[in-house]
């Protein structure tokens, strides 16, 4: 998730506004040699992160324009020694790249690629000068049947270092067979409902085919909301209330894999931490297992985040029965020191491949509390895109009552302009 950089200006405001208002989506294809396509791809795309300047850390969002276009580097792949490529290129020097891999029955998205270019002011006003040209990564859950198109209408958000993409209503397609998109798809796991509710206070181990799959609850599943506090003598140093559901997915003693979707029930929860003055740190201690979060204060910004998750349980049917997984490098659940971060959304939080953790309508606050109660609310990037729905609706219903009004006083003017006075 990109940092708060502070308020929006009213142009940037607009640009968001029509962005919602009118979505699109390109289609990119990549053809080999004798003009035959392999891989073709529609979707929309939108990118948040944040970057240095002289005066701190600032944020951006944009969205892959309508002009970008496939580069020359894109490939159908050759058998046996190399895969087929999709790279995009779009700005003063971006690209998106998705590098596709198969086996006898599907294909997937095997890495998802974003280079970007600082020197770039459009996207990145007042950069800092230096490491100019910035490349991140991950693995996604991109997968469908082979001779199949796969479908997802719904959002799927891959986090990568410093940088968030967001993928909407895509559609892509490698290997094809008939030049186009098959009539056959392979829905993604968000467009598909749970074919059983998963239990609330106990994990249920369910074997899946793809190591990575994710799926968004339906209302019954999602957690009890809960507060936690941690404090010293001192006083609070971070204070916390949100639901927690874990995604765990982990290769089992028969080489199967398995996943758990587990929601963290807070009367079986134990509750700690401690206070440093740069490091604040809430663990839990649950059914066996240990999940702890850790908040960083960047000095220069005055802005506090979340930068490590880390969490460990024994799972006894596992291969590696002593389960792990942290990650040192986030930067998720951004405010200002003083303020508390809001967000009704779901956010999805990637740990490492084998786990994730979806929090719910979190609001946090770390290093300056004052008492037991949350300072002003910066706003989550979601939680202000959907407020500008209603807005723009609004705004065209007024539109379209003022046109109505006008045409109906220039007719009726109209009709009186024949008739004379006696």
Known sequence: MAEPGGARTPQRLLLLLLGLIHVASSIFVVKNGTGTACIMANFSATFSMNYTTKSGLESTTFRLPQNASVMNSSSCGKENTSNPILEIGFGGGHTLTMNFSSTTQSYQVELLSFSYNLSDATLFPNASKGSEESSVKSKTDIQA????????????????????????????QAYLSNNTFSKEETRCSQDTPSPSPVPTTHPTTIPVPTPTPTRPPTPAEIPPIFKYNVSDANG?????SMGLQLNITYAKKDNSSARIIWNINPNKTVAGGSCSPQVAILELQTENSTLAFSFGMNATTSKFFLREIRFHKF???????????????????????????KCNAEENVHVTDGFSVNI?????????V??????????????????????????ALAGLVLIVLIAYLIGRKRSHAGYQTI
């Open 145 to 172: 049947d082979i001779h199949k198109k796969y479908r997802c209408v719904s959002s799927n958000r891959i986090t990568m270092s410093n940088v968030t993409i967001v993928l909407s209503d895509v559609t892509i």
């Open 236 to 240: 609070t140093c971070l204070l916390a």
């Open 315 to 341: 799972f006894p049917d596992a291969k590696d029965p002593a389960f792990g997984a942290v990650n040192s490098s986030l930067k998720e659940l951004q405010a200002t020191v003083g303020n508390s971060y």
């Open 360 to 368: 719910f309508r979190v609001r946090v606050q770390a290093f300056k």
């Open 370 to 395: 004052e008492g037991d109660k949350f300072g002003s609310v910066e706003e989550c990037l979601l939680d202000e895109n959907n407020m500008l729905i209603p807005i723009a609706v609004g705004g």
